[in-house]
């Protein structure tokens, strides 16, 4: 229950930032700095959308690992091909010669679910805080601020309304690039008041997961998050509301184990990491070898977990129909 | 005592009961070995016996005193990692030492009909005091051989699972659930992974949140993240004093965030965490805490379980006032409200 060890790709939570530029911006919106300050500098530092800002992205953060490749061209890890980064992200981030799925940010998925342009997000005032004084090998907000000023992002999800397929949705979107994933107090707050909208308002619930699991900077208040989501959904399904859970690479830990697994209709990407514990615990505890294809997306089908395994191309037509049943 | 096990805070304990014993073995060597026992009670007696046993007694009683003393200073100053270490305590009382203590009667009830019946989870109809409820709680078992067979208090997904199916029995017949909490976390491996350790622990959380019978529940010792959640979403809940509850183990936090779990390490994680009963209290996770006699539960289990006997009947007496179609509304709000964040309006 917590950003368990996640094998392929750099994790982007444990890498050290690269201090010079973020020291800056840490110093602008230091403690006592109000909280609409601190969303000021942060948009500042971040890149926009259409990459106008007065400082580039490129003064402020030299290269970094992330877990998205970054390179002209670069190596899939699912063929072992080189492949032309263009070619790949054309093809909604899959690999054209062997369907690997490379993993994508919030903001890319929502783009190739949604309707173009109908997205509008919501819940975008929320932001972490650090209510536990956590400390660990460096303060927990510092940590945030980085992923903040990296990702250009508040948080680990994006949520709002939209179409898929002209048809209405609510969708949230959990963001790999932004720690991890992980859910904390705002992710369980975006999620919940998302359920929420979606009971009231009638509309189908879409949720794409990937996530290491429940934040362990928020530690107890993360482990909650857990209830708070899954108790909302069940007022979701009182109501007779449609949920339709999206598992992406990697879901595991506390996401696995609340409202990721709790879909009507539970959909998982191609070869995706799906798991309560992570392989590597797992390895610990049991002191063998996995076996080959454990804990991904095929498996699961195979032992009755997930309803369908829906290649990144299908989704939308597949979220579609599955809403065309429900009468929502 | 002296073959109790020691932590190694409780040192100044141990030295101080190896100058008891002697005293007391010289004390018997003069005949006057009935009355140690008695402590201050025995002193009707000592007019009869010789100055020397007197002052032996003295000694004894001064060195007791001694001993309660400072156990009650080092329990009053426990660091959370070693909190975390008495939670853990071998002779720390576990669910079924409760289930034998406070339930009149205990009917256990086996099996999730669909796997296998998970030691691990305990799950039976009693009765406490006057109230007829249904007890759920993790067992870790005692000797070694225990130990294995409830994988260390891990459930697998057929524990949770066995734990839901008989909580549903409990809203039919309108039985309080009563869980008692004593995880290091659900189990990974293999086939608990294969089976749904995630689904179990999920469908958990959603499907408790809208049992219509009142949930008490207590952390007797561990509350290793969801493998605890997963019988803890409920109306009341309360920790030990030398409890812990968070979203994993420190040393689990320290291999991930540190890089490495030692001493040092896993008592940073522990402080970090925020996990003792007193800081889940001020974050309104939850919301009482159940002070064991000083030394911990190990040394007083009578005392420790007829407190948390007390806190059981009193949050029932209190939740029967609502209707029970009304409770998983107010279990909601209960944890809707739980979460630190800030918000601009955007």
């Not at chain 1, 840490?26 to 500042?44: C, H, N, P, T």
């Not at chain 2, 669910?95 to 009667?105: L, P, S, V």
């Not at chain 2, 006997?309 to 107010?330: G, N, S, T, V």
Request: with cysteine.
């Amino acid at each position: 229950m917590n950003m368990t060890s996640i094998p392929a790709g750099p994790s982007p939570s444990s890498t050290p930032p690269d201090q010079t530029g973020i020291e800056a911006a840490l110093e602008a919106v230091k403690d006592g700095a109000a909280s609409s300050e601190r969303q000021l500098a942060i948009a500042a530092a971040a890149p926009t959308a259409k990459g106008e800002s007065a400082r580039t992205w490129t003064e402020v953060k030299p290269q970094r690992k992330s877990v998205i490749p970054e390179g002209l061209w670069l190596r899939c890890p699912g063929c072992e091909q080189m492949i032309y980064r263009k070619q790949m992200e054309a093809n909604a981030h899959v690999c054209p010669e062997c369907g690997h799925h490379f993993r994508i940010s919030a903001a890319e998925r929502v783009r190739q679910l949604t309707d173009p342009g109908s997205f509008e997000p919501l819940f975008t005032g929320l932001s972490p805080t650090d209510p536990l004084k956590f400390r660990d090998l460096k303060p927990y907000p510092d940590r945030i601020l980085a992923e903040q000023l990296r990702t250009g992002a508040t948080e680990a999800v994006k949520a709002g309304t939209g179409f898929i397929k002209g048809r209405a949705v609510l969708v949230c979107c959990m963001d790999l690039t932004f720690m991890m994933g992980s859910m904390g107090s705002v992710v369980g707050e975006a999620i919940t008041r998302s359920i929420e909208m979606a009971t009231e308002r009638e509309l189908a619930l879409v949720i794409v997961s990937c996530s290491g699991g429940a934040r362990m900077q928020e530690a107890g208040l993360s482990l909650m998050q857990m209830a708070k989501t899954s108790a909302a959904l069940a007022r979701h399904d009182d109501a007779g509301g449609l949920y339709i859970s999206v598992l992406t690479d990697p879901t595991t830990g506390g996401v696995t184990a609340s409202f990721a697994m709790l879909g009507d209709v539970i959909f998982a990407e191609p070869r995706a990491l799906i798991g309560f514990a992570g392989p590597r615990v797992i390895q610990q505890t049991i002191r063998q070898e996995l076996p080959e294809g454990f804990q991904r997306s095929e498996y699961l089908l195979k032992g009755g977990m997930v309803d369908r395994v829906v290649p990144r191309h299908e989704l939308r037509n597949e979220i579609a129909r599955v809403i065309d049943f429900s009468g929502r | 005592m002296s073959t109790f096990y020691q932590l190694d805070f409780e040192k100044p304990l141990a030295e101080i009961e190896s100058r008891i014993e002697p005293l007391e073995q010289q004390l018997r060597a003069l005949g006057g070995g009935g009355g140690v026992e008695g402590g201050d009670g025995a002193s009707g007696e000592v007019g009869l016996e010789s100055l020397e046993a007197v002052a032996l007694r003295e000694d004894i009683r001064r060195l007791r005193g001694a001993h309660s003393a400072k156990m009650v200073e080092l329990y009053a100053n426990l660091t959370p990692w070693d909190t975390v270490r008495v939670a853990r305590h071998p002779k720390r009382p576990q669910t079924r030492d409760y289930i034998a203590r406070i339930c009149k009667e205990f009917t256990e009830l086996h099996g999730d009909r669909r796997f296998g019946d998970d030691p691990a989870m305990v799950t039976g109809f009693a009765r406490i005091g006057s109230v007829k409820c249904l007890i759920v709680g993790h067992q870790k078992g005692r000797t070694t051989q225990e130990k294995i067979v409830c994988h260390f208090g891990c459930a697998h997904p057929e524990g949770y699972r066995k734990a839901l199916a008989k909580m549903h029995l409990a809203e039919k017949f309108n039985l309080p659930i009563v869980t008692f909490v004593d995880t290091p976390g659900a189990y990974p491996g293999l086939g608990a992974e294969a089976r749904g350790q995630a689904e179990a622990i999920a469908v958990n959380l959603r499907e408790m949140s809208r049992i219509k019978t009142p949930i008490v529940s207590v952390v007797i010792g561990e509350g290793g993240s969801g493998g605890a959640l997963g019988i803890a979403v409920s109306d009341r809940v309360a920790m030990l004093s030398n409890s812990w509850y968070s979203v994993i183990s420190p040393e689990g936090c320290a291999a991930i965030l540190w890089k490495q779990a030692n001493e040092q390490t896993n008592s940073a994680a522990a402080t970090s965490l925020k996990l003792t009963a007193k800081d889940n209290l001020e974050l309104g996770i939850v919301d009482a805490v159940i002070q064991e006699p000083p030394g911990g539960a190990h040394r007083d289990p009578a005392g420790t379980a007829s407190a948390i006997e007390k806190w059981i009947l009193e949050q029932i007496e209190d939740l029967r006032r609502h209707k029970a179609a009304m409770l998983p509304a107010r279990r909601y709000e209960r944890f809707r409200k739980i979460g630190v964040y800030e918000e601009v309006s955007g």
